[in-house]
């Protein structure tokens, strides 16, 4: 094959070169008399035949096919090798402005379909009840806790330490530590050594410096910030001591101790945005809108994280629990899921889910649209799969993202003791002002 290959580059070679030239000479080189005549006349080179081009492709062709493919790599060292450096290279096109697939920022919608299932996601600030899109709600919730400084400093800075720093782990660390100083004041409140803090105490500086809302919240309880000598040594040096008011009660420090390390982010709610339609044929279709299928930068990361930690499971031989998570992973790149449930009178219940929230989160939500919400009920998704409520299951995992259409019946032993005692479920389930507000779906 190799000979072969050969003769076709010499032919090749040799129509191109033209008359009076020799195989052997190099492109530039070129006879006296060809000088001579190309003086006169100069003709233009002619590049190889048709024929000559598609007998070079398929010989090069068929050795291609014949030389051994390149293996992947075979160890598994080598593999997990391989996939860090595509999740890098991934999460370095993710963070790029440009990158496709990740709407880190979204652009209000001006023009909204009026076929969309639902116009987008939004969210409920805890704090002050504000609808909000994906791309108000931390700068929101950021300006509200600000603003509830001037009422109460305290839960503010508590709220700030909590919500502003997002390494959760450092956070508990400063917490803790916190913790401790006030544990000393209350134990030893006689000891003036407890009774102030330095600033430019090399743990003080490493764990609660270092997080946002932390000052803020040893002034709102009683600290003041002074400037105090140093013993035996020329200059001073910044303290936090505590005030005489709060001396006076060392017990509402325990109290404020107790709200720190008790505290939780302040993060928006998913609004449901829970609306009911007439039965409908167009109950199955689903048009959602771009925020059902972006990530925002935290969720990009997120995503990287899962799969890193996923290294070590996938980097061995593809086995079909491998396979598995992998199906995992790409239910795992929706963020919301958009949900329907088809009741007995065929009337529809819609509601907006995160796609990781748990089954029993969806059952809440459906018993809180029912008139009877102490009768057990079930759901089932297309194809006949019984959803059960105390399975530990995400909504992704039972495959009801990014959008399901679910049938609801009432438990089955249930309708057979009503029947025995000669009654029938009525046959509207919804909530009066449910039904008082009810839509026709397009």
């Known amino acids: 094959m190799k000979k072969f290959f050969q003769e076709i580059k010499a032919d090749i070679k040799f129509k191109s070169a033209g008359p009076g030239q020799k195989l052997t000479d190099s492109a530039g080189e070129k006879t006296p008399k060809e000088k001579s005549s190309q003086q006169a006349v100069q003709q ?5 035949t048709d024929e000559a081009q598609m007998a070079a492709a398929a010989a090069l062709a068929r050795l291609e096919q014949k030389q051994p493919r390149a293996r992947g790599p075979t160890s598994q060292d080598s593999i997990r090798n391989q996939v860090r450096k595509e999740l890098q290279a991934e999460a370095t096109s993710s963070n790029s402005p440009g990158a496709p697939g990740t709407n880190l920022v979204p652009e209000p919608k001006e023009d909204i379909s009026p076929h969309l299932a639902v116009p987008g996601v939004y969210f409920i600030c805890p704090l002050t009840g504000v609808t909000l899109r994906r791309d108000q709600r931390d700068a929101h919730i950021k300006e509200a806790i600000l603003s509830h400084f001037s009422t109460d400093p305290v839960a503010a800075s508590i709220m700030k330490i909590h919500t502003f720093n997002r390494d959760r782990d450092r956070v508990r660390l400063g917490v803790d530590t916190i913790a401790k100083y006030l544990d000393n004041i209350h134990l ?18 490493e764990r609660i410096n270092c997080l946002e809302g932390t000052h803020e919240f040893f002034e709102a309880i009683g600290f003041k910030k002074v400037t105090l000598p140093v013993p035996d040594q020329d200059g001073s040096e910044e303290f936090y001591v505590l005030g005489e008011a709060t001396r006076a009660q060392p017990q509402s420090l325990e109290q404020y101790k107790q709200q720190l390390l008790s505290a939780e982010p302040v993060r928006a709610m998913l609004d449901r945005q829970r609306r009911v339609f007439r039965p409908s044929a167009l109950a199955s279709h689903f048009e959602l809108p771009a925020d059902f299928f972006s990530l925002t930068a935290e969720e990009v990361k997120r995503e990287q994280r899962l ?67 102490w009768l ?67």
């Open 44 to 48: 233009p080179r002619q590049g190889p």
């Open 376 to 442: 057990p009920f079930e759901l089932r998704a297309s194809g006949g799969q019984r959803l059960v409520e105390d399975e530990a299951l995400a909504l992704n995992e039972c495959g009801l993202v990014p959008s399901a259409l679910l049938t609801f019946s009432w438990d089955a032993s249930v309708l057979e003791d009503m029947r025995a005692a000669g009654a029938e479920p009525a046959t509207s389930v919804l909530r009066p002002e449910l039904l008082a507000a009810i839509e026709q779906l397009s």
């Open 307 to 373: 799969r890193t930690e996923a290294v070590e499971r996938l980097s061995s031989l593809r086995t079909k629990a491998m396979r598995e998570k992998e199906e995992q992973r790409e239910l795992r790149k929706y963020t919301y899921a958009l949900l329907r449930v088809r009741l007995p009178d065929g009337c529809l219940l819609q509601g907006t889910f995160y796609a990781r929230e748990r089954l029993s989160v969806l059952f809440q939500f459906v018993r809180g649209a029912l008139q009877n919400d």
């Open 188 to 205: 030893h409140p006689e000891e003036e050594k407890y009774q102030k803090i330095k600033l430019q105490n090399k743990v003080f500086q």
